[in-house]
């Protein structure tokens, strides 16, 4: 690969601005998932120290959730951070092929925009338009999204039940909307895309019926049959990166 | 448990981070085969797909159709290419109106 040239500091800070552009969305959608957070925190009984720390600290919505209900039920230590574990292991994936795509840049530098990998960071970051992702998009990019979920938590502790419940419950298509807002302008030009997204969907529809493969593992077992397989049966279909 | 929650809020970080972080500090993927590129390449699309299916049946617990309402107002508008930030707003305003049906 050629040595990518010098990037002004214009040029990063334009990069910085398109990173905050592109989380702007998922700002929005965590924004009544995070509320609702930190209101389930609240009746969990966790104080607002914990609810925010949580949010500051993990950064994983599901695991988050799991964790409260976890809480609830008075389970373990181990056992939470366990199935956080669980949960989160497909994040590996996504680091994985972020590295593809990665600018070369300092490793301090990569090891901080890793905290910021989440489902919905890294497919707005792994369907954007940048040739190679850099190190000021993907914090950009980050930022919005955990500056929304962090303030996002402790507002749904404080403020508790404001919002109407219509509403709220209207929000939770959010996080799905901005999934399939990614997905489709690639499934028209590629068949392969539709094939790959298909292919998990049903897998995954199939495990949520197999009560220890739903949830972390499903999404993981689904993504990597369909990626494996789909890449041995498509072959020369267009490339259109 | 609340005496030692923070510590178990930092062993979930930790857990989170790890998996997060490796792969794009540790591992050295520029011989990788390109059949494993080709896969790492597949891996955003797949994991969309498991992402939104089935999932988005279960954001109303009362009823299928609310979710497949939403992600159909999303597909039609992600359909007209319009930007992301308008593909969500209008899935929650048709919802949104729909519950006043």
Redesign the interface.
Known sequence: ?LPSPAISSEQTHGLWKKGIQAG??IA??YMPVAFTFGLLAKAA??SLF?TV??SI????GA?QYI?LSM?AA?SG?AE???T??IM?????????????R?EDEP?WL??I???F?T?ET???A??SQEKKLTGSYLLGLGLAAYSSWVVFSGAGYVMGSGLPE??Q??????L?????????????KSR??IA??????????LF?FIPFLSGGW??IL???I???S??FFVKGDERN? | ??D??????????L???I???????L?H??N?HP?V????????????????????LT??PDSVL??VI??A???I???L??N??I???????V??G???L
């Not at chain 1, 399939?180 to 028209?188: M, R």
């Not at chain 2, 593909?87 to 305003?93: E, F, H, K, Q, Y």
């Open positions: 690969m702007l969305p929005i959608g009984g966790l914990e720390g949580m600290i993990v950064f994983a695991s964790a809480i008075a230590a939470l951070i366990l956080t574990f989160n292991i497909r994040h590996l994936l996504m680091s994985a092929s972020l590295k593809e990665a490793k990569k090891a925009y890793a905290f990998i489902d890294f497919s707005v792994a369907t219509s509403l419950a209207s929000m939770g298509i959010a799905y909307a901005m999934f399939i807002a990614l997905l489709v302008p690639a499934a028209k392969k895309v790959l997204a298909g292919t998990a969907a049903v897998l995954n529809s949520s499903g999404i689904s993504t990597l369909a990626a494996v789909i890449e990166e | 448990m609340n030692n929650l923070i510590w178990v809020i930092i062993g979930m970080g857990v989170t981070y998996p997060r972080m490796l792969p794009l500090v591992f993927t520029n990788l059949r590129q080709g896969i790492l390449k597949n891996v955003p699309f797949a994991i969309l797909g498991a992402l939104i299916f089935p999932g988005v954001i109303n609310y979710g939403g992600a107002a999303a597909f508008a992600a359909w290419n319009l992301v930030i593909v969500v707003l209008a899935s929650i305003l919802l949104y729909y519950t006043f």
